[in-house]
């Protein structure tokens, strides 16, 4: 049984764990030496307390993510895991949690459904955001020669004139071919360590309008007005092991200077990645309930 409470009312359609998914997806990799200014959200910022643990740095990544299938439905996410944490033990008995985990710090997706369900899963603090690529999801057989990836604020329209928080070019690798990977066989621990999730202070208010309206609110209406009602709150700490098998390549990386929006709002300032990053296509992704427990 879960130590988190269900909410009475669901502002979109509950999936609870586990997930499996289909997805393409990018890897940026990347190395910090300290937290970087606004690495989380506002509505996060108290995960920088020490009481949540403190930054040991390691292989981190930002990854793009590219899912046709899900039990949320399609949508883009947009990953910022600075790299490990310690991890705060439980207050008495088990489980037997380690010392230290990848966290995942700030999360953007193109979709409502999947922001609500993601953080009462697994505490995992999902945002709105729009997203541009310069090219669909590609195939063994199709490869473009370079995609450009481009993440915006959830307000903003095509065409609007407004940039892009997040932007990088991704130059896949041609010359080798695809390589078939199962993260299961990758010496280098998988698992997602979450403190819980804030809740935004309108959110119980929010759902409620929302159960007044006469028709719901489209999934994918990612305006900033609708969001308040998917950012759940949550009361425990979840580890969650993830499992992954796709075709994987390299690409070359080059990510732009992201635009000062709202004084660096959306993302945090000083993120380098490596030039060389990884490429993983018709992958399958595996989240599974989580390992919970209270401090």
Same mark, same amino acid.
């Given at each position: 049984?879960?130590?988190?409470?269900? @909410?009475?009312?669901?502002?979109?359609?509950? /999936?609870? /764990?586990?997930?499996?998914?289909?997805?393409?997806?990018?890897?940026?990799?990347?190395? =910090?030496?300290? +937290?970087?200014?606004?690495?989380?959200?506002?509505?996060?910022?108290?995960?920088?307390?020490?009481?949540?643990?403190?930054?040991?740095?390691? =292989?981190? /990544?930002?990854?793009?993510?590219?899912?046709?299938?899900?039990? /949320?439905?399609?949508?883009?996410? +947009?990953?910022?895991? !600075?790299?490990?944490?310690?991890?705060?033990?439980? &207050? &008495?008995?088990? !489980?037997?949690?380690?010392?230290?985990?990848?966290?995942?710090?700030?999360?953007?997706?193109?979709?409502?459904?999947?922001?609500?369900?993601?953080?009462?899963?697994?505490?995992?603090?999902?945002? =709105?955001?729009?997203? &541009?690529?310069?090219?669909?999801?590609?195939?063994?057989?199709?490869?473009?020669?370079?995609?450009?990836?481009?993440?915006?604020?959830?307000?903003?329209?095509?065409?609007?004139?407004?940039?892009?928080?997040? &932007?990088?070019? +991704?130059?896949?690798?041609?010359?080798?071919?695809?390589?078939?990977?199962? #993260?299961?066989?990758?010496?280098?621990?998988?698992?997602?360590?979450?403190?819980?999730?804030?809740?935004?202070?309108?959110?119980?208010?929010?759902?409620?309008?929302? #159960? $007044?309206?006469?028709? @719901?609110?489209?999934?994918?209406?990612?305006?900033?007005?609708?969001?308040?009602?998917? +950012?759940?709150?949550?009361?425990?700490?979840?580890?969650?092991? $993830?499992?992954?098998?796709?075709?994987?390549?390299?690409?070359?990386?080059?990510?732009?200077?992201?635009?000062?929006?709202?004084?660096?709002?959306?993302?945090?300032?000083?993120?380098?990645?490596?030039?060389?990053?990884?490429?993983?296509?018709?992958?399958?992704?595996?989240?599974?309930?989580?390992?919970?427990?209270?401090?």
């Amino acid at each position: 049984m879960s130590l988190q409470p269900e @909410p009475e009312t669901h502002p979109v359609s509950r /999936a609870k /764990a586990p997930w499996a998914m289909k997805a393409e997806s990018y890897l940026l990799f990347l190395k =910090l030496k300290e +937290l970087p200014q606004g690495v989380y959200d506002e509505l996060e910022e108290v995960w920088a307390g020490d009481e949540f643990g403190k930054f040991k740095g390691g =292989l981190g /990544a930002v990854v793009i993510v590219r899912y046709s299938d899900t039990p /949320a439905g399609p949508y883009d996410e +947009l990953i910022l895991v !600075p790299g490990n944490f310690t991890i705060p033990p439980p &207050s &008495s008995g088990p !489980p037997k949690i380690a010392k230290r985990s990848l966290r995942i710090a700030r999360i953007y997706v193109s979709q409502r459904t999947t922001t609500y369900n993601g953080r009462l899963n697994w505490n995992i603090p999902k945002h =709105l955001a729009r997203f &541009s690529f310069s090219a669909p999801p590609a195939t063994n057989t199709s490869l473009p020669q370079t995609l450009d990836v481009r993440v915006f604020p959830p307000n903003s329209t095509d065409g609007d004139g407004t940039k892009p928080f997040f &932007s990088c070019t +991704l130059t896949p690798w041609r010359w080798v071919p695809a390589i078939p990977v199962n #993260m299961a066989y990758v010496p280098m621990s998988m698992v997602l360590t979450q403190p819980p999730c804030p809740q935004a202070a309108g959110q119980r208010a929010a759902v409620e309008s929302e #159960m $007044l309206l006469e028709s @719901p609110i489209n999934p994918n209406d990612i305006s900033e007005k609708n969001e308040e009602a998917v +950012l759940v709150g949550t009361e425990r700490w979840c580890a969650t092991e $993830l499992g992954a098998r796709s075709w994987a390549r390299g690409c070359w990386v080059e990510t732009h200077a992201g635009e000062e929006v709202e004084e660096g709002k959306w993302w945090p300032k000083g993120v380098r990645t490596w030039g060389v990053g990884g490429w993983l296509e018709d992958g399958v992704f595996e989240f599974p309930e989580a390992v919970e427990w209270k401090l």
